[in-house]
């Protein structure tokens, strides 16, 4: 009996003995874990402006404190994260962070939290550092943003005039927004709106510097969340598109959180995806990696 030799290289061979992927399957991009996380989950994550400071919501303590992570140099990976020792902290769920740009002073920290116990609901509260190495203050409530629904996730414009932020309806989550006319001080932001073209369940918005692409957190079938992309247009924002070469099919709850670097170079974001720490985890990947419009 003659047997037929194989000259074929490794790589064809293994080619041959593997399926075949589907040809309508997305390219699966591969972000990078942090350094922070933990068995715990860790969710809602910011970057500072200055890239060296890493602010995210973590429930190791069984509620949800707002931590920091930071670094000297940006090619460095995050240390790990402490509790956010200012007066933001309370002893309710403390989640969703927007700070003001690193070392202009007074520098505004935006955050959700039910420090407000009359109705047991998420508002967003704004805190002030009046000087570089003091903390953060007692914070304050905004009220053209807070009402007896939740409201999370802030997004302040680079010209603090715009916020973007989500509020908890009937129908689902919602993006709204509201505008001021002059950037001093924590609050003067005129009643909110909703941002009417993004559908229900569309929420937790972050933009690039030209505020002509915002990411967003999205339903999915089966009950799982994703994130999604919506561009500005003429006859305002179109209709998210999923990222599907970063939403993970294996994620049992999904990906969540979007947040982008002040230069909308990178996408931080919370996933409990495959080859994880446990529970939600922080990811990064750089948005050139599957936004060609940016």
Not at 57 to 75: E, H, P, Q, W
Not at 126 to 146: E, L, T
Not at 243 to 265: F, M, T, W, Y
Request: some cysteine.
């Amino acid at each position: 009996m003659y047997k037929l030799a194989l000259t074929l290289p490794a790589s064809a061979l293994l080619g041959l003995l593997l399926p075949a992927a589907r040809p309508d399957e997305p390219l699966r991009l591969k972000p990078t874990n942090l350094a922070v996380n933990t068995r715990a989950d860790e969710d809602n994550p910011h970057l500072a402006s200055d890239g060296l400071t890493l602010y995210y919501a973590s429930n190791a303590k069984g509620k949800y404190d707002l931590m920091v992570s930071t670094r000297s140099k940006l090619n460095q990976p995050w240390g790990k994260g402490k509790a956010l020792e200012d007066w933001v902290q309370t002893e309710v769920d403390d989640r969703s962070v927007f700070v003001t740009p690193e070392n202009l002073f007074p520098q505004y920290l935006y955050y959700a939290t039910k420090k407000d116990k009359k109705n047991n609901n998420f508002d967003v509260f704004v805190a002030v550092k009046q000087f570089k190495g003091k903390a953060f203050s007692s914070p304050v409530g905004i009220d053209a943003v807070d009402t007896g629904q939740d409201e999370m996730h802030p997004w302040l414009t680079k010209d603090g005039l715009t916020l973007y932020f989500s509020r908890k309806t009937a129908d689902g989550w919602r993006v709204f927004v509201t505008t001021r006319k002059e950037a001093t001080g924590a609050r003067g932001f005129d009643q909110a709106k909703v941002i009417a073209e993004l559908p229900p369940g569309f929420h937790h918005a972050t933009l690039t510097p030209n505020r002509d692409t915002m990411y967003l957190q999205g339903p999915l079938p089966k009950n799982r969340w994703g994130l999604f992309v919506s561009y500005k247009t003429p006859q305002g924002w179109s209709n998210p598109e999923p990222l599907e070469g970063l939403n993970h099919p294996d994620a049992p709850i999904g990906d969540c959180s979007p947040n982008l670097s002040r230069d909308g170079k990178l996408l931080y974001y919370a996933s409990d995806r495959p080859d994880g720490k446990g529970g939600m985890d922080l990811w990064v990947i750089p948005t050139i990696q599957f936004s060609p419009k940016n």
